[in-house]
């Protein structure tokens, strides 16, 4: 009798045991401290730096190797200088960083913050998803993006064609600048957004120049599109900053270990600025010339300067650059727009107070641009003068090389050794090699693998 009251007693005490387990253990569990899903608040900042890290690594470094801001002399820059492009290395590394990092970071940024109605933080998250997705359009053409950033979900996107791209880019920054207009009570960015601070305003003139170059990509197409790219850019141009004060960048230096990833790549000397650029720069006597690169003991390098100091800016969209594509979209529209003359002034002005910190006097200015930023002769000879300046003020960023690709300007000459299987003729390339991942690993990759002479869509 006692052994079956005490196997009584055991019994309940086990049931419920079972009964607790089975509807309180799991939730018992979970820790506030380790929460199952991270809130946009947290994903902004990171996503902020994955971006900005991306623009001004290795694919800038690649394309810059390419329009000749730099010599490639050390470790795989010496490939890049003969236009090998290893597609199990970093090219492979740089695309899946962007998929892998800021693009489906962002993805799940935006859906989050739209399920909870923090609408500056999916607006933010659209207009820096599209910033990634314009940047690996114009490096690699056609791109996943429709069936992309679903994780596990989808192991084998389809590649969209470039065109779709770009009017999935521009719907996202109209989306994004809808979104950032919004009023809403719920949880706004501050300090978790390290560009602009919870700024709306700011990323909604961030939103509209960037729709401006984008448009601006597309000048090779322009008679195909069913609106006019150049009177596009210039409207969205309108809408846009009105100074320096309102250029998406990101700032390094928040601590000893945070710097600007394109510190170590000139602290090793893996580049060192070309003799195109460097002349370029002696033959204009361009006041920028030392914020750029400097000359020790009859050696140049790029080391410890604007863009090369442990917490140099990320320049991801700039006032300068809004107004260089101005001047051109109104060149383009009416080449004797007096107008275009205008833009390109303050285009050069505020790139080169940017760059030197105010230092440059008005008086050196007014003389450079006299001698150097004129507009005059025909159609291309005002356009290679437009470009040429853009291209100086454009250090260190991909846009360069997307210039160099739709104008042909600045005239640059092959490097030397870049005529082989990957690149047949030596011509400067047109397009990076697609990864090796995906070449291997994506049932939907394209049947055509291009070499890197072969011109995706807007480039045709």
Known sequence: ?????????????????????????????????????????????????????????????MAGIFVQYYNGIDNHPIQVQQYILNEALYVDWDWNDY?????????????????????YYSGIGKVLLA????????????????????????????????QSVYEAIQQLLDSGISDLQTDYEGQKPGADDIIFGGDANKWVQAAYALKARYYMHLSKRSGELGYNPFEKAIEAASLAMTGSDGDLEYHYGFSASEYSPFYSYTLLNYIIPSDFFTTLMLQLNDPRKGYFYKKKFGEVNLNGLYYTSTNSPVLLMTYHELKFIEAEARLRLNENDPLA?????????????????????????????????????DFNAKLETLILQKYIALFATIESWTDYRRTGFPALIPNEGGDQNQNPGGAIPRRFAYPQTERLYNQNFPEYLPNLQDRFWWDQ
Not at 142 to 156: F, I, K, M, T, W
């Open 99 to 119: 998929y892998d990092g800021p693009m489906i970071n962002l993805k799940i940024m935006i859906d989050r913050a739209e399920a909870a109605g923090m609408f």
């Open 131 to 162: 910033n990634c997705l314009g940047n690996v359009t114009s490096l690699w053409g056609d791109v996943p993006y429709s069936e992309a950033l679903q994780g596990s979900v989808n192991r084998h996107p389809v590649y969209d064609s470039q």
């Open 1 to 61: 009798m006692k052994n079956t009251k005490i196997f009584q007693q055991l019994s309940a005490i086990i049931i419920l045991l079972v009964m607790f387990s089975g509807c309180k253990l799991e939730k018992a569990n979970i820790s506030p401290n380790s929460p199952t899903e991270v809130p946009p608040s947290v994903m902004l900042p990171f996503a902020e730096e994955g971006l900005a890290r991306l623009s001004i690594s290795t694919p800038q470094v």
């Open 341 to 377: 003359q205008t833009a390109l002034n303050e285009a050069v002005l505020a790139s080169i107070n940017k760059i030197t910190a105010g230092e440059t006097s008005q008086e050196t200015i007014d003389a450079y641009l006299a001698d150097f930023a004129v507009l005059d002769g």
